[in-house]
């Protein structure tokens, strides 16, 4: 079965600071890499996605993340963090059924910006 | 309305009423979820429905009744809830083929007393 792991529960960074979320996969076939954020009383929004290809990966709002499949994880980084960027951030893997792509997310990992 | 769209955005509810939760998409896919995210657990995955009919059922209690009239609607019913089912309700949509990503509306917020 797959499963995340996002080992950091709270995160605080200064404005201006460089970032990295770490994420760990279980999984047994090439996965299939989100990381999602989540604004306070809002939904999930997509930050970026790894299906195969190159292994940084960009995404929205300045944010990348990289795929190390020796190393089974798929860190989200940022050079420069934004006070915006406070938020709950969410890595998933995806699971192909043959009828529809069931998501396993982690326990997400809460980022503090500090001015 | 673009995207996913949930309504109500709140409700609070007591344990022997019956209300209904309702999704929207306007992408054009043919894929829809529910996810139920409460305080300190991952999201996880109710219900899901390709094509309008229902693939998956994550083991959830019968007192949630999933409904897809088609595949731009989705709804979730309640009936006879529990304190314990107070949580944020996320509705999710898809094009139903392999390395589609998942697009999230912005959940209804559930109190039940």
């Known amino acids: 079965a797959q499963s995340v792991t996002q080992p950091d529960i709270h995160i605080t960074v200064s404005e201006g600071a460089s970032l990295e979320l770490r994420c760990n996969y279980s999984?047994?076939?090439?996965?299939?890499l989100f990381w999602y954020v989540q604004s306070p009383g809002q939904g999930l929004q997509l930050l970026l996605k790894?299906?195969?290809?190159?292994?940084l990966v960009q995404g929205i709002k300045g944010f990348e993340a990289e795929f190390k499949r020796s190393q089974s994880s798929f860190n989200l980084r940022k050079p420069s963090v934004h006070w915006s960027d406070a938020a709950e951030y969410f890595c998933?893997?995806?699971?192909?059924?043959?009828?529809?792509?069931?998501?396993?997310f982690g326990t997400g990992t809460r980022l503090q910006v500090t001015l | 309305e673009t995207g996913v769209t949930q309504t109500p955005r709140h409700l609070v509810m007591g344990m022997t009423n019956k209300k209904s939760l309702k999704c929207e998409q306007h992408l054009g896919h043919n894929a829809m979820y529910w996810y139920k995210q409460s305080a300190k657990k991952p999201l996880e995955l109710m219900f899901v429905?390709?094509?309008?009919?229902?693939?998956e059922n994550n083991s959830v209690p019968s007192r949630f009744s999933p409904e897809c009239p088609n595949s731009s609607h989705l709804f979730l019913h309640l009936h006879t809830l529990q304190p314990e089912d107070s949580a944020l309700y996320l509705c999710?949509?898809?094009?139903?083929?392999?390395?589609?990503?998942?697009?999230f509306g912005p959940g209804t917020r559930l109190l039940v007393l």
């Open positions: 429905y390709s094509l309008e009919e229902r693939v």
């Open positions: 999984y047994g076939a090439t996965p299939y």
């Open positions: 999710a949509s898809s094009q139903d083929r392999d390395r589609e990503t998942q697009y």
């Open positions: 998933a893997v995806a699971r192909w059924t043959g009828t529809a792509s069931k998501l396993t």
């Open positions: 790894y299906f195969s290809g190159d292994t």
